[in-house]
């Protein structure tokens, strides 16, 4: 088993540019998340979905949109990326939403100039 | 404002010695914690967590602490180990703010070295 997967690892955006991270999950969990990582902060949640076609805003959801395309697969999108969008981005996934025990991938670092 | 703070940035041990990590927290609402352990270029990963109707849990070379009064907790390993040496998260859960769903509450992070 994989586990959570994301894609890409790495990628430099131009201020304005869009793009679209990749996570997909293999333990059949019905939750997925997705997180921010900056530095001297910790992660901070900007989407989530319950349960497949379901999505709801976290604590920093400005910017960003998301898709829960099935089961398996959440991904987080930047319409026009901002400076202020650099950072480590993960997804997570959990059995059910109240689960606290999440899984992480091993994230994606986006650097936006 | 900081929720749950982890006031030491880094740590260093001696392999063998004691590494106790300590976070705190402001909200009353939270009723579980947990720890993560996060080595560089990897995801997060579960490491250990308590319910606030305990006040100890052990897991290995692992205990956590919580003082409820305190709003303090603290991760223990016992022995160190050079392997131990990774970013630990703390992370608060709870009806904070008035949600059900499992939403975790993160601290900043405490890097820790152990030394061979």
């Known amino acids: 088993n994989a586990g959570v997967t994301q894609t890409p690892k790495f990628q430099v955006l131009k201020t304005g540019q869009s793009m679209t991270l990749q996570c997909a999950q293999d333990m059949n969990h019905n939750s997925m998340y997705w997180y921010r990582q900056d530095p001297g902060m910790g992660l901070r949640l900007i989407y989530y979905s319950a349960s497949e076609g379901t999505t709801d805003k976290g604590e920093v959801p400005n910017g960003y949109n998301v898709s829960r395309l099935n089961k398996r697969e959440f991904s987080l999108r930047l319409e026009s990326a901002a400076p202020s969008q650099t950072s480590v981005y993960f997804c997570a996934s959990s059995e059910e939403v109240r689960s606290k025990t999440k899984f992480f991938g091993p994230g994606t670092r986006l650097t936006v100039l | 404002d900081q929720q749950v703070k982890q006031n030491s940035p880094s740590l260093s041990v001696q392999e063998g010695r004691i590494s106790i990590l300590n976070c705190d927290y402001t909200?009353?609402?939270?009723?579980?914690f947990l720890w993560y352990k996060k080595y560089p270029a990897e995801g997060p990963t579960f490491l250990i967590s308590?319910?606030?109707?305990?006040d100890k849990n052990e897991d290995g070379r692992f205990t956590v602490f919580l003082n409820k009064s305190a709003k303090h907790l603290s991760l223990h390993i016992v022995p160190s180990q050079p392997g131990d040496s990774a970013v630990y998260f703390c992370a608060a859960s709870g009806n904070a703010g008035g949600t059900s769903y499992g939403k975790l509450t993160f601290g900043q992070g405490t890097i820790l070295t152990v030394h061979p």
């Open positions: 909200n009353s609402m939270f009723d579980y």
């Open positions: 308590i319910s606030s109707i305990k």
